[in-house]
């Protein structure tokens, strides 16, 4: 799977929309785009996923930008609870039984 | 269901000894993946089943390390004469067969200190 970079840390305030970046140059045509989080003392949370199209779901949106080489997930409004670390991944349609493999992502505070 | 379990939550315990480490995946779910994770650092890859079957195992997987899914349900991590070193948190994931497109499941891990 291809490598992402994202930032160790971002910090928001509460009710404030986030957007957690995330750098993917060497993306493949049929790489998908996951994002998992994980809060304190928990194991990691599924988010999100995308192809080429923008998505929506309950937690959170996934804006990809047109030459897929970066995406952006985004918090409407962040509230103290979605203080965690947001990981990136990419997971290739050719990965077959490949396990997920995660980066340090980036550290999310949320402040009151 | 209620989705991953795993147990102990905690596990203190003195170099040298052994320990296991239990997990329940999502029913439905065939396949299985254990993980480490170390403070500051992303959850690192350690083994996965689908079914009974042990597909792969990475190199952090020391012959120290035995992993077992019998009859394909719950799955057990045995550690053998524990180290320093292996203080961490074992997570356990589970996903269907669609889990590189879709999500993987996990449990709220076991937290290992040996001291």
């Known amino acids: 799977d291809a490598k992402t970079t994202q930032p160790n840390s971002m910090e928001s305030n509460e009710e404030e929309p986030v957007h957690l970046p995330c750098n993917h140059s060497t993306i493949s045509g049929t790489d998908y785009i996951h994002w998992y989080r994980q809060l304190p003392s928990q194991g990691p949370e599924y988010v999100i996923h995308?192809?080429?199209s923008n998505v929506n779901n309950r937690m959170a949106s996934l804006a990809i930008a047109e030459d897929r080489k970066s995406s952006t997930l985004i918090l409407h409004r962040a509230t103290l609870r979605d203080a965690a670390v947001y990981y990136c991944i990419l997971r290739g349609a050719n990965s077959g039984n490949t396990p997920l493999v995660f980066g340090k992502g980036t550290r999310l505070s949320v402040i009151a | 269901d209620t989705g991953v379990s795993q147990d102990p939550r905690h596990k203190i315990t003195k170099r040298g000894q052994n320990v296991t480490f239990r997990c329940d995946p999502i029913s439905e779910h065939n396949r299985l993946y254990w993980y480490r994770q170390t403070l500051g650092q992303g959850p690192e890859f350690l083994t996965y089943?689908?079914?009974?079957?042990?597909?792969?195992k990475s190199r952090l997987l020391s012959d120290r390390f035995s992993a077992e899914r019998p009859k394909g349900s719950f799955s057990t991590l045995e550690i053998q004469r524990t180290e320093q070193g292996d203080s961490a948190m074992y997570l356990c994931a589970s996903s269907d067969d669609r889990g590189r497109r879709y999500g993987y499941t996990f449990g709220s891990g076991t937290r290992l200190t040996v001291v």
């Open positions: 089943f689908q079914n009974e079957a042990q597909l792969e």
């Open positions: 995308g192809l080429t």
